[in-house]
C-alpha cells in the first residue's frame, strides 16, 4: 500500500513493507481526537506504526498506548515478563542492577503472551537507549495475514481448526529452559496450558491469520511429542519465519513502535554487549482468541 493518510497534523506514511507505517508529525503534543482517530485506523490497516526520533516521557507513553484499548498489567505473581516492582512502564535494558529486565540475547520470533488465556492486543516500545545500527538490536515484525494468505494449501488443511499451546517462558515444566533471573517474574511452578486456534480472526476487522508463533510448542490432539506433532511444529516454522514476511526496524533514540500482537509475530536479534540499551514498554490488553 502506497497512498499516504493526511489530517491536520499528522500523515500516516506505509512502509514499503509486507507491514507498517510511519506516522509523521508531533504526537508528543495533543493530537486532534481526527488525528487520534485515524492512528488507531492506520494500525488496524498496517498492524505496526512507527513513530520517529520523538523522545517520551512514560506518562506520555501511556497515553498513547491508551488510544488503542485498556492496559494490561499483570497482576503480581504471574509468571510474565517483568518484575513485581514495575507498574504500568516495563523497562527492558541490559544493565545489571536497574530496576529493568535483562534483555541481552537474541529473540526468537514470537506473539506476546501466546501461552495466556487472554494474549495482549498489542503492545508500545520505545527507545530510550540503543546502540548504533552495526551493534545489532533491530527489532523485526511479521505479517501473520500474508503468511496466512501465503500458506501452502495442504500445510493450511493440516492445521484447519487445530489448536496450539503455547508455552510460558517464566514458568516451569521446560526442562530448565526457563526464563530465570533475578529481574524475571518467574515460577518453578507448571502453569496450565491455554489452547489457542493456530488461524484466527482478528477481533477488530474480521480477517483471518496464522497464530503460530516459536512460543507454540504443542498441538492439540497430536500424542505429545509425537513424530507427526513435531513434523508439523517444524513446517508451520519453516513457513511462518520467511523473510518475506518482515519488516525490520533500526531503532534511533526517541523511536516508538506500536504494534498489533494479534496478527503479527516479532523477533529481536542479538546485539554487543559493550552498549546499553533500554527500551520502555506499555502493553495493550486483548481479548480471547476465535
Ligand atoms: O527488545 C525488543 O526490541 C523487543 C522485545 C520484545 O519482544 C517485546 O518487548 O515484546
Ligand atoms: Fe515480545
Request: hydrophobic share 35%; charged share 25%; with cysteine.
Amino acid at each position: 500500500m502506497t497512498t499516504s493518510t493526511t489530517t491536520d497534523r499528522i500523515t500516516i506514511r506505509p512502509f514499503d513493507a509486507p507491514l507498517g507505517a510511519e506516522v509523521i508529525g508531533a504526537v508528543t503534543s495533543d493530537p486532534s481526537g481526527a488525528d487520534v482517530f485515524a492512528i488507531v485506523e492506520a494500525l488496524r490497516q498496517h498492524h505496526l506504526l512507527v513513530i520517529k526520533e520523538q523522545p517520551l516521557t512514560d506518562k506520555r507513553l501511556v497515553e498513547i498506548a491508551a488510544w488503542f484499548g485498556p492496559q494490561f498489567v499483570a497482576p503480581d505473581g504471574i509468571p510474565v515478563l517483568g518484575t513485581d516492582e514495575q507498574g504500568a512502564v516495563t523497562v527492558l535494558a541490559n544493565r545489571h542492577g536497574d530496576a529493568g529486565v535483562e534483555s541481552k540475547e537474541a529473540l526468537p520470533f514470537h506473539s506476546d503472551f501466546q501461552f495466556m488465556p487472554v494474549p495482549l492486543k498489542g503492545a508500545v516500545l520505545h527507545a530510550v537507549e540503543v546502540p548504533p545500527v552495526v551493534a545489532g538490536g533491530n527489532t523485526s515484525w511479521a505479517n501473520l495475514h500474508m503468511a496466512l494468505d501465503e500458506m501452502p494449501p495442504e500445510l493450511r488443511a493440516r492445521i484447519e481448526g487445530m489448536r496450539g499451546i503455547g508455552i510460558n517462558p517464566y514458568a516451569g515444566g521446560m526442562g530448565g529452559a526457563g526464563y530465570t533471573g533475578d529481574q524475571q517474574r518467574y515460577t518453578d511452578d507448571p502453569v496450565p496450558d491455554f489452547p489457542h486456534p493456530l488461524i484466527r480472526t482478528h477481533p477488530e476487522t474480521g480477517r483471518e491469520s496464522l497464530y503460530f508463533s516459536m512460543f507454540v510448542w504443542k498441538i492439540e490432539g497430536y500424542e505429545d511429542r509425537s513424530e507427526e506433532e513435531q513434523a508439523l511444529l517444524q513446517d508451520l516454522r519453516d513457513h511462518v519465519d520467511q523473510d518475506r514476511f518482515y519488516y525490520t526496524h533500526e531503532w534511533s533514540v526517541g523511536d516508538t513502535v506500536i504494534w498489533d500482537n494479534m496478527c503479527t509475530n516479532h523477533k529481536r536479534d542479538a546485539f554487543d554487549q559493550a552498549y546499553p540499551r533500554e527500551v520502555h514498554r506499555v502493553q495493550i490488553a486483548g481479548t480471547r482468541p476465535f
